[in-house]
């Protein structure tokens, strides 16, 4: 059974960063994007970025661009995302996902997810 774990989350000041990660483990994983999405209560699942594992052609939602980077390691089979510039309203539970594709901003384009990393960013 394939499985996404996320790891990095954690607590931090208004314009510092983090970087999580996320490992596919399991039987081979063979998705042609992989992405970030996440959610805060009584909210819907947002989308923050996602990349092509062949091309690493990347996509990012206008509310992080230019702050965030979505990159993957094929090797390891594992995806960043390196968070600058964080701000409080990046406070929210992150989602890796895999997608064999779709409309990539959309949550029902992927089929496998992770539990989720809790991000807090403090004012």
């Known amino acids: 059974q394939v499985q996404l774990v996320e790891s990095g989350g954690g607590l931090v000041q208004a314009g510092g960063s983090l970087r999580l990660s996320c490992a596919a483990s399991g039987r081979t994983f063979s998705r042609r994007f992989m992405g970030w999405f996440r959610q805060t209560p009584g909210k819907d699942r947002e989308f923050v970025a996602t990349?092509?594992?062949?091309?690493?052609?990347?996509y990012y939602a206008d509310s992080v661009k230019g702050r965030f980077t979505i990159s993957r390691d094929n090797a390891k089979n594992t995806i960043d995302l390196q968070m600058n510039s964080l701000r409080p309203e990046d406070t929210a539970v992150y989602y890796c996902a895999g997608s064999q594709g779709g409309v990539l901003y959309f949550t029902s384009a992927y089929d496998t997810w992770g539990q989720g990393t809790q991000v807090t960013v403090s004012s």
């Open positions: 990349i092509a594992w062949s091309s690493g052609t990347t």
